[in-house]
């Protein structure tokens, strides 16, 4: 909080919804907009918990989603586990781009980075 209250950036993008909950209170005090970069759900993580935990986690989770105003989800999956929030979600996929079809086909040539010979 000491740095935000330093810095009072516009914009917060929190990793999964225990942070974005954790800063949701300070929203328009020491900074103006929340995003929520969603990896891992709190709600599907908390699946696993005892009834009362889950409940918690869960309402925990719906008011980070509420008070963020955009969420970044890793894949459509995962977009659609938002539910009602989904509308201010986007998609950007965590994966690495495809380097083609040349390239997939194409063993490694010389050492790897260790010194010791590539080994396919």
Request: glycine residues 8%; proline residues 7%.
């Amino acid at each position: 909080m000491r740095t935000l209250n330093r810095l009072r950036p516009d914009v917060v993008c929190a990793v999964n919804e225990e942070l974005a909950f954790a800063v949701l209170p300070f929203k328009g005090w020491l900074y103006d907009r929340l995003v929520c970069d969603i990896y891992d759900s709190l709600t599907a993580r908390a699946m696993r918990r005892p009834w009362p935990l889950r409940h918690l986690l869960s309402f925990a989770s719906a008011l980070a989603l509420r008070g963020s105003d955009r969420l970044i989800a890793t894949d459509e999956t995962r977009k659609a586990m938002l539910g009602r929030f989904g509308g201010k979600a986007i998609v950007v996929e965590n994966v690495p781009e495809d380097p083609g079809a040349d390239l997939s086909r194409s063993l490694p040539q010389g050492r790897s980075g260790s010194g010791q010979p590539a080994v396919w």
